[in-house]
């Protein structure tokens, strides 16, 4: 049983297009993010949803919408694609505000803008 | 402004010997801090944390240090497999936000 799910795990797209990421998790957690790997490696934090309400939102460009029907989803959606869009972009998950905050991530997904 | 550095990119160590992984941080707020260690292809896998309460934390193999006074962490591996083989994440928190700051990753390769 996968416990945070991506698709798709690879996306080819052109510059302009519109695409969407999803993810789930099924480990009854309450929040879950988006992070972004860049072409040097540094994993980035882009926004956190809790109970699917929007609590982190890092600087990232209003092309970017996360959206979170319920609480197991966390789906990004990306407007208007960019070349410097191109990245890896992984999902996690973790439960709200424990001592721990071990958070749980999914496959990534590898986004290519030509 | 990198908060949580990994000043080594990559580490070679020999198989049953120990693997140090450094970590700094600049940020005095951080009060709990993980490793993750990733293969290609995948996502980050968590492998041990510690609280800033403690100096030392201890799974199986792994054990993380913290010297808070000198803001630095270390994951030892001991003895290190080939399996261990992976780039290992330092990420820290300050458990207002649930928010992650990671390190650039330090690839570790252990030779048979």
């Known amino acids: 049983d996968t416990a945070v799910s991506q698709t798709p795990k690879y996306l080819v797209t052109q510059m302009g297009n519109d695409k969407s990421i999803k993810c789930e998790q099924n480990l009854g957690h309450d929040t879950m993010y988006w992070y972004k790997q860049d072409s040097k490696k540094f994993l980035k934090i882009m926004f956190s949803?809790?109970?699917?309400?929007?609590?982190i939102n890092e600087t990232v460009p209003n092309r970017f919408s996360p959206k979170s029907p319920d609480k197991a989803h966390l789906n990004l959606h990306i407007n208007s694609l960019e070349l410097g869009d191109s990245a890896v972009y992984f999902c996690?998950?973790?439960?709200?505000?424990?001592?721990?905050?071990?958070?749980?991530f999914g496959p990534g997904t590898r986004l290519t803008v030509l | 402004d990198q908060q949580v550095k990994q000043n080594s990119p990559s580490l070679s160590v020999q198989e049953g010997r120990i693997s140090i992984l450094n970590c700094d941080y600049t940020n005095s707020m951080f009060d709990y801090f993980l490793w993750y260690k990733k293969y290609p292809a995948e996502g980050p896998t968590f492998l041990i944390s510690?609280?800033?309460?403690?100096d030392k934390n201890e799974d199986g193999r792994f054990t993380v240090f913290l010297n808070k006074s000198a803001k630095h962490l270390s994951l030892h591996i001991v003895p290190s497999q080939p399996g261990d083989s992976a780039v290992y994440f330092c990420a820290a928190s300050a458990n207002a936000g649930n928010m992650l700051t990671f390190g650039g990753g330090t690839r570790l390769m252990v030779k048979p």
């Open positions: 949803y809790n109970n699917k309400e929007l609590i």
């Open positions: 510690i609280s800033s309460i403690k």
């Open positions: 996690a998950s973790s439960q709200w505000r424990t001592n721990t905050d071990t958070q749980y």
